[in-house]
């Protein structure tokens, strides 16, 4: 046997060998994530000086392993559907139907960008999961000339991202 | 004013009707998702028995963390012990927003009172929006047009956390020396079988 026609056959058997092996690890594979998208938005309406709660857009996340946790939560708001008048955003809230009490994310309001969640590291992955954007109008819209007394703002196509493990 | 709304987490309570001096309505205390300061029902070193009892029967009846009743309820016990007292901090805070009845050069006004402060905007007697604040300067709640978020203080957090951990490792630990116990009763009967044969 020729040095050329040994070495194929042995890259053929690692290149098997290494193909058996993902095929075996992806069986066992204990990790994984999983995007939801939202079709809802998720906005507001304030009057000049107001500070208020967006309405909410929820995730129901499901077919997960039952005992997966999660080990990262990232959320992205979406894109800028949208606004109108000078309406600053304050913070992102994101709570879960597995954790008694939400979670306070920092955000300017910047869209698509993905935020990253502290508090529900080795929580139940499986669940419904609620976000929603705290605001302050500063000034109304500008409409015919005229300053309105009202300014709003809209995203669009949120979503989630969970990191999960079920080999805890 | 807020457009549109889905089904949430957070507690919903629509304003009184008008004409009412109070229109926000209190969070409900007994939901899963609103704590207060409870006195612990045991120890801790009972809870963590507790808690790993708990996953052992979750395990058991093929149910995991919020699955279950017993976790739940064990989570609000749990987590109470270090939740600051919301209640007072929301009910004192309300009060103390509608007792101000001087005019408001401002749309979104700061009061401080004995159990934490208090950030609110108030139409005639309407309050549309207010966070609530402990005296560590932690916000543990926002009402919003109707709607009540909790938020998590560090020491919940980290107590719910705590709990999440000792609750896996004993769940994970009870499904293994099930799988376990699976194996060694088919290996047995694989070795009756042997014999019979």
């Known amino acids: ?168 | 004013m807020r457009i549109g709304n889905e089904k949430s987490i957070a507690q919903f309570h629509p304003l009184t009707k008008s004409g009412s001096r109070e229109n926000v309505i209190s969070p409900d205390y007994t939901d899963f998702h609103f704590n207060t300061k409870t006195a612990p029902a045991m120890s801790d070193d009972k809870y963590k028995t507790a808690i790993i009892e708990q996953a052992k029967k979750d395990q058991a009846a093929g149910k995991f963390q919020s699955d279950s009743a017993g976790f739940r309820n064990l989570v609000k016990s749990y987590v109470s012990a270090v939740s600051p007292d919301r209640k007072s901090i929301i009910s004192q805070g309300l009060r103390a927003i509608y007792k101000n009845t001087r005019q408001e050069p401002k749309t979104f006004n700061l009061l401080d009172y004995l159990f934490g402060s208090v950030k609110y905007s108030k139409e005639a007697d309407d309050v549309s929006y207010a966070e609530f604040y402990d005296s560590n300067g932690e916000m543990v709640a926002s009402y919003s047009n109707g709607r009540w978020i909790s938020y998590g203080t560090k020491a919940e957090d980290a107590r719910e956390s705590e709990l999440w951990g000792i609750y896996n490792q004993a769940w994970s630990q009870a499904a293994k020396a099930s799988k376990g116990n699976l194996g060694a009763a088919n290996g047995s009967s694989a070795a009756s079988i042997d014999i019979m044969g």
């Open chain 1, 1 to 168: 046997m020729s040095r050329n026609k040994f070495l194929k056959l042995l890259f053929s058997a690692l290149l098997i060998m290494t193909m058996a092996f993902t095929t075996t690890t992806s069986a066992y594979a204990a990790t994984g994530t999983k995007k939801v998208t939202s079709s809802r938005t998720m906005g507001l309406a304030l009057k000049k000086g107001q500070t208020g709660n967006s309405s909410e857009v929820t995730f129901r996340v499901s077919g997960l392993p039952a005992n997966a946790v999660i080990t990262k939560l990232e959320v992205n708001p979406g894109s800028l559907k949208s606004y109108s008048g000078a309406v600053l955003t304050n913070y992102l809230t994101v709570s879960s139907s597995n954790r008694s009490s939400a979670e306070k994310v920092a955000w300017n309001g910047r869209e698509n960008l993905t935020l990253r969640t502290s508090g529900f590291l080795a929580s139940k992955a499986n669940g419904t999961y609620t976000i929603s954007f705290n605001a302050t109008c500063i000034s109304g819209a500008l409409s015919h000339g005229m300053i309105l007394d009202i300014g709003s703002k809209t995203y669009s196509s949120p979503y989630i991202t969970i990191y999960w493990d079920d080999s805890f």
